[in-house]
Protein backbone atom coordinates (compact mmCIF):
# COMPACT_ATOMS: atom_id res chain seq x y z
CA UNK A 1 0.00 0.00 0.00
CA UNK A 2 1.24 3.76 -0.54
CA UNK A 3 1.84 6.12 2.09
CA UNK A 4 0.46 9.66 1.71
CA UNK A 5 1.17 12.74 3.54
CA UNK A 6 -0.35 16.29 3.05
CA UNK A 7 0.78 19.68 4.27
CA UNK A 8 -1.17 21.73 6.07
CA UNK A 9 -2.39 19.39 8.32
CA UNK A 10 -5.01 22.01 9.29
CA UNK A 11 -5.04 25.74 8.97
CA UNK A 12 -7.37 28.50 9.67
CA UNK A 13 -7.64 31.47 6.65
CA UNK A 14 -9.63 34.51 6.09
CA UNK A 15 -12.19 34.88 3.56
CA UNK A 16 -11.09 35.64 0.14
CA UNK A 17 -7.80 34.19 0.71
CA UNK A 18 -6.52 31.21 -1.01
CA UNK A 19 -4.58 28.18 0.53
CA UNK A 20 -2.46 25.51 -1.79
CA UNK A 21 -2.40 21.45 -0.11
CA UNK A 22 0.10 19.00 -1.03
CA UNK A 23 -0.20 15.67 -1.29
CA UNK A 24 2.91 12.86 -1.59
CA UNK A 25 2.65 9.90 -2.45
CA UNK A 26 5.37 7.54 -1.51
CA UNK A 27 6.02 5.97 -4.75
CA UNK A 28 4.60 6.61 -8.06
CA UNK A 29 0.92 6.24 -8.74
CA UNK A 30 -1.21 6.40 -12.10
CA UNK A 31 -4.31 7.92 -10.54
CA UNK A 32 -4.36 10.54 -7.91
CA UNK A 33 -7.68 11.66 -6.47
CA UNK A 34 -8.79 15.03 -4.74
CA UNK A 35 -12.14 14.59 -2.48
CA UNK A 36 -14.15 17.38 0.30
CA UNK A 37 -15.64 15.89 3.57
CA UNK A 38 -18.26 18.52 5.33
CA UNK A 39 -18.32 18.37 8.67
CA UNK A 40 -19.97 14.87 9.40
CA UNK A 41 -20.60 13.90 5.75
CA UNK A 42 -19.21 11.37 3.57
CA UNK A 43 -16.44 11.88 1.19
CA UNK A 44 -17.37 13.36 -2.25
CA UNK A 45 -14.88 13.49 -5.31
CA UNK A 46 -13.70 16.65 -6.27
CA UNK A 47 -11.32 16.16 -9.39
CA UNK A 48 -8.84 13.64 -10.66
CA UNK A 49 -5.40 14.82 -10.88
CA UNK A 50 -4.09 13.73 -14.16
CA UNK A 51 -0.76 13.67 -14.56
CA UNK A 52 0.65 15.90 -17.86
CA UNK A 53 -2.60 17.15 -18.37
CA UNK A 54 -5.40 19.04 -16.65
CA UNK A 55 -7.56 17.95 -14.02
CA UNK A 56 -11.24 15.86 -14.60
CA UNK A 57 -13.53 17.81 -11.97
CA UNK A 58 -16.35 16.49 -10.69
CA UNK A 59 -20.01 18.19 -11.31
CA UNK A 60 -20.42 21.02 -8.92
CA UNK A 61 -16.60 22.17 -8.68
CA UNK A 62 -14.87 24.35 -11.04
CA UNK A 63 -10.96 24.48 -12.25
CA UNK A 64 -11.28 28.52 -11.29
CA UNK A 65 -12.26 27.44 -7.91
CA UNK A 66 -10.10 24.39 -7.47
CA UNK A 67 -6.99 24.53 -9.40
CA UNK A 68 -5.01 21.38 -9.30
CA UNK A 69 -1.20 20.54 -10.23
CA UNK A 70 0.58 17.09 -10.60
CA UNK A 71 3.66 17.48 -12.14
CA UNK A 72 5.17 13.99 -11.52
CA UNK A 73 3.61 10.55 -10.70
CA UNK A 74 4.22 11.00 -7.01
CA UNK A 75 2.66 14.82 -6.21
CA UNK A 76 -0.18 16.65 -6.40
CA UNK A 77 -1.48 20.06 -5.50
CA UNK A 78 -4.94 21.33 -4.98
CA UNK A 79 -5.70 25.55 -4.05
CA UNK A 80 -8.92 26.24 -2.93
CA UNK A 81 -9.01 29.58 -4.06
CA UNK A 82 -11.25 33.12 -2.72
CA UNK A 83 -12.48 31.56 0.43
CA UNK A 84 -15.43 31.36 1.89
CA UNK A 85 -16.71 30.15 5.22
CA UNK A 86 -18.78 27.57 3.39
CA UNK A 87 -15.04 26.00 2.32
CA UNK A 88 -14.31 24.68 5.76
CA UNK A 89 -13.61 21.39 5.55
CA UNK A 90 -11.62 18.36 5.43
CA UNK A 91 -9.64 17.99 2.00
CA UNK A 92 -8.40 14.49 1.36
CA UNK A 93 -5.99 13.32 -1.47
CA UNK A 94 -5.79 9.50 -2.16
CA UNK A 95 -3.79 7.26 -4.58
CA UNK A 96 -4.96 4.47 -6.58
CA UNK A 97 -3.57 1.41 -5.33
CA UNK A 98 -4.16 -2.19 -7.09
CA UNK A 99 -7.08 -3.90 -7.53
CA UNK A 100 -9.24 -0.85 -7.61
CA UNK A 101 -8.60 0.51 -4.20
CA UNK A 102 -7.42 4.01 -3.38
CA UNK A 103 -4.82 5.06 -0.12
CA UNK A 104 -6.14 8.27 1.43
CA UNK A 105 -3.59 10.83 3.16
CA UNK A 106 -4.54 12.08 6.75
CA UNK A 107 -6.30 14.95 5.62
CA UNK A 108 -6.13 18.71 5.37
CA UNK A 109 -8.45 20.14 8.07
CA UNK A 110 -9.63 23.90 7.08
CA UNK A 111 -11.55 26.53 8.85
CA UNK A 112 -12.30 29.78 7.00
CA UNK A 113 -13.03 32.85 8.87
CA UNK B 1 -27.02 6.36 -9.85
CA UNK B 2 -24.13 4.27 -8.26
CA UNK B 3 -25.30 5.12 -4.99
CA UNK B 4 -24.56 3.39 -2.03
CA UNK B 5 -26.87 3.46 1.38
CA UNK B 6 -25.15 2.79 4.03
CA UNK B 7 -26.70 1.25 7.95
CA UNK B 8 -27.08 2.41 10.51
CA UNK B 9 -26.44 5.99 10.35
CA UNK B 10 -24.23 5.71 14.01
CA UNK B 11 -24.28 3.11 16.40
CA UNK B 12 -23.87 3.49 20.27
CA UNK B 13 -22.88 0.10 22.11
CA UNK B 14 -21.46 -1.53 25.31
CA UNK B 15 -17.81 -2.72 24.85
CA UNK B 16 -17.40 -6.25 24.18
CA UNK B 17 -20.84 -6.83 21.91
CA UNK B 18 -20.87 -7.44 18.21
CA UNK B 19 -21.58 -5.14 15.94
CA UNK B 20 -23.26 -5.06 12.34
CA UNK B 21 -23.70 -2.52 9.55
CA UNK B 22 -24.54 -2.86 5.88
CA UNK B 23 -24.55 -1.23 2.51
CA UNK B 24 -26.81 -1.06 -0.17
CA UNK B 25 -27.20 -0.01 -3.82
CA UNK B 26 -29.77 -0.87 -6.55
CA UNK B 27 -26.55 -1.49 -8.88
CA UNK B 28 -24.86 -4.11 -9.20
CA UNK B 29 -20.85 -4.19 -7.87
CA UNK B 30 -18.55 -6.08 -8.60
CA UNK B 31 -15.77 -4.84 -5.54
CA UNK B 32 -16.96 -3.78 -2.21
CA UNK B 33 -14.75 -1.74 -0.12
CA UNK B 34 -14.50 -1.02 3.41
CA UNK B 35 -12.84 1.79 5.35
CA UNK B 36 -12.26 3.02 8.56
CA UNK B 37 -11.74 6.33 9.44
CA UNK B 38 -10.31 7.16 13.18
CA UNK B 39 -11.22 10.81 14.49
CA UNK B 40 -8.84 13.63 12.53
CA UNK B 41 -7.08 11.04 10.24
CA UNK B 42 -8.09 9.68 6.76
CA UNK B 43 -9.91 6.37 5.63
CA UNK B 44 -8.01 3.41 6.13
CA UNK B 45 -9.08 0.32 4.06
CA UNK B 46 -10.04 -2.39 6.10
CA UNK B 47 -11.75 -5.36 3.89
CA UNK B 48 -12.03 -5.42 0.00
CA UNK B 49 -13.77 -8.30 -1.77
CA UNK B 50 -14.07 -9.02 -5.30
CA UNK B 51 -16.23 -12.34 -5.65
CA UNK B 52 -19.62 -12.69 -4.63
CA UNK B 53 -20.64 -14.53 -1.55
CA UNK B 54 -17.27 -13.87 -0.60
CA UNK B 55 -16.15 -13.71 3.17
CA UNK B 56 -13.02 -12.21 4.37
CA UNK B 57 -12.07 -11.64 7.84
CA UNK B 58 -9.27 -9.46 9.06
CA UNK B 59 -9.39 -9.87 12.82
CA UNK B 60 -12.48 -9.00 14.48
CA UNK B 61 -13.67 -8.21 11.61
CA UNK B 62 -15.23 -9.85 8.52
CA UNK B 63 -17.59 -8.66 5.83
CA UNK B 64 -19.36 -10.34 2.94
CA UNK B 65 -20.16 -9.64 -0.49
CA UNK B 66 -23.61 -10.26 -0.97
CA UNK B 67 -25.06 -12.95 -4.05
CA UNK B 68 -26.61 -10.26 -5.72
CA UNK B 69 -23.56 -8.24 -5.49
CA UNK B 70 -25.86 -5.45 -4.39
CA UNK B 71 -24.62 -5.15 -1.09
CA UNK B 72 -22.43 -6.17 1.47
CA UNK B 73 -22.15 -6.41 5.38
CA UNK B 74 -19.32 -5.61 8.22
CA UNK B 75 -19.22 -7.41 10.97
CA UNK B 76 -17.10 -6.66 14.39
CA UNK B 77 -16.87 -9.18 16.97
CA UNK B 78 -16.28 -7.89 20.26
CA UNK B 79 -15.82 -4.16 20.07
CA UNK B 80 -13.44 -2.97 22.12
CA UNK B 81 -12.87 1.52 22.57
CA UNK B 82 -10.42 1.56 19.53
CA UNK B 83 -13.22 0.77 17.07
CA UNK B 84 -14.58 3.89 17.79
CA UNK B 85 -14.61 5.81 14.70
CA UNK B 86 -16.66 6.30 10.55
CA UNK B 87 -16.97 3.16 8.86
CA UNK B 88 -17.55 3.87 5.01
CA UNK B 89 -18.64 0.98 2.34
CA UNK B 90 -17.31 1.96 -1.01
CA UNK B 91 -17.32 0.84 -4.76
CA UNK B 92 -16.04 1.63 -8.15
CA UNK B 93 -17.88 3.32 -10.37
CA UNK B 94 -18.43 1.92 -13.12
CA UNK B 95 -15.97 2.26 -16.29
CA UNK B 96 -14.83 5.08 -14.61
CA UNK B 97 -10.75 3.31 -13.72
CA UNK B 98 -10.43 3.74 -10.23
CA UNK B 99 -12.89 5.82 -9.27
CA UNK B 100 -15.09 5.10 -6.12
CA UNK B 101 -18.70 6.31 -4.50
CA UNK B 102 -18.72 5.76 -1.10
CA UNK B 103 -21.49 5.22 1.59
CA UNK B 104 -22.62 7.72 3.98
CA UNK B 105 -21.18 6.35 6.64
CA UNK B 106 -21.72 4.74 9.96
CA UNK B 107 -20.76 6.36 12.97
CA UNK B 108 -19.67 3.54 16.41
CA UNK B 109 -19.59 4.38 19.42
CA UNK B 110 -18.14 2.62 22.12
CA UNK B 111 -18.72 3.01 25.59
CA UNK B 112 -16.13 0.86 28.01
Known amino acids: SAVISQKPSRDICQRGTSLTIQCQVD?????MFWYRQQPGQSLTLIAT?????????ESGFVIDKFPISRPNLTFSTLTVSNMSPEDSSIYLC??????????FGPGTRLLVL | GQQLNQSPQSMFIQEGEDVSMNCTSS?????WLWYKQDPGEGPVLLIA?????ELTSNGRLTAQFGITRKDSFLNISASIPSDVGIYFC????????????FGGGTRLMVKP
Open chain 1, 94 to 103: SAAGGQETQY
Open chain 1, 27 to 31: SQVTM
Open chain 1, 49 to 57: ANQGSEATY
Open chain 2, 27 to 31: SIFNT
Open chain 2, 49 to 53: LYKAG
Open chain 2, 90 to 101: AGPIYNAGNMLT
